[in-house]
């Protein structure tokens, strides 16, 4: 009790911002054993879901939460009905188990209890989302578009622990300057005396998070990358999407209302929902200028007109993060229902 009472201090200098993390750190849970051996399993793999199956019987905590969240995002209310294990494995998929249920070890490790948390549960979703899009928009980059997600999930693991242990850093960063990602880092020294890429790797390393994904949580930020190997391109082109993804996300979050009832008319929304193409063109001229100033060099041919794609799939890029939100149990405003004219 009495080393809580140190690290809860009112002291907010970074120098005990720092402390309290790193207490943080040291004290964080490990990730469930069923996820480590799920992270380590080849979805490409002949017996994956007999695989995943064995893993989720042996912690029935995951079992009743992957046939709820089956369930909550089931079209049908009959077959909701009728869910059971195996068949909530066959609806989900393969290619989106290892997602969901990471996605859920990481809720419990870091449930949403401030607004500044929820926000940021919604940045990491989302981010996961465009990333994924991003990468079957680009099938002959040859990414892995779940491991993306995963990694794209995880992105930002550094910032939910300053934010769960040292609940004022969200406003003394957010008073501090302009945050983008191009000035996040810089922010959050100042008033932490860290950063969340450094946090986040310390988390990876701690919850023996596989190195694909360790390596882009520690780099994602980074703007100068190797690409001398085959390695390093592929690396540097999933970092590259990442930020790509991170950049639109935080636009978006910036764009859009968050309460439908003090909603105002706005230049994006109004230009999506009149799917008025020129000033989609326009938005897109201004938002690739923002989001590529701040992340590696994607290939040309991959550049071209991808800003715009994004924006004319806003709709079912909110449609998405709206049903992981609901599977998840968050409560809030969806944000697709935004975007339909009434």
Request: proline share 4%.
């Amino acid at each position: 009790m009495q080393v809580e009472k140190v690290f809860m201090s009112t002291d907010s200098s970074p120098v005990m911002h720092l402390r309290a993390i790193t207490h943080k750190l040291a004290t964080l849970p490990l990730l469930p054993t069923v996820v480590s051996r799920l992270l380590a399993l080849s979805p490409e793999s002949d017996n994956y879901l007999d695989e995943v199956y064995r893993l989720a019987q042996q912690d029935p905590t995951f079992s009743i939460r992957l046939i709820q969240y089956a369930k909550v995002t089931s079209s049908s209310a009959q077959a909701a009905e009728k869910m059971n294990l195996k068949n909530a494995l066959a609806r989900l998929g393969t290619r989106k188990i290892a997602s969901i249920i990471t996605t859920m070890s990481f809720m419990d490790s870091f449930s949403p209890h401030s607004q500044s948390d929820k926000n940021l549960w919604v940045h990491s979703v989302m981010v996961a989302v465009i990333s994924r899009r991003l990468a079957t928009l680009m099938p002959d980059m040859d990414i892995d578009s779940e491991l993306l997600y995963i990694s794209a999930l995880l992105h930002d693991i550094g910032r939910f622990v300053i934010f769960q242990f040292i609940p004022d850093a969200p406003s003394e960063i957010e008073h501090t300057g302009v945050v983008t990602p191009n000035t996040l880092l810089n922010l959050e020294t100042t008033v932490s005396g860290t950063d969340h890429v450094q946090i986040g790797k310390e988390v990876c390393d701690r919850w023996d998070v596989p190195k694909s994904i360790t390596d882009i949580v520690s780099l994602h930020h980074s703007i100068e990358l190797p690409t001398e190997t085959v390695a390093e391109r592929q690396l540097a082109n999933k970092i590259c999407l990442i930020q790509i993804a991170d950049g639109y996300s935080m636009f978006l979050m910036n764009n859009l209302p968050v309460n439908e009832e003090t909603e105002e008319e706005n230049a994006f929304l109004t230009a999506i929902l009149e799917h008025d193409l020129q000033k989609i063109d326009e938005i897109a001229d201004e938002l690739e200028i923002l989001i590529t100033s701040c992340c590696s060099c994607l290939p040309t041919k991959h550049k071209v007109g991808l800003i715009k794609r994004l924006i004319l799939e806003t709709h079912s890029i909110f449609a998405e993060v709206d049903d992981l939100l609901a599977g998840l149990g968050f409560g809030f405003q969806r944000f697709s229902s935004r975007l339909i004219k009434q």
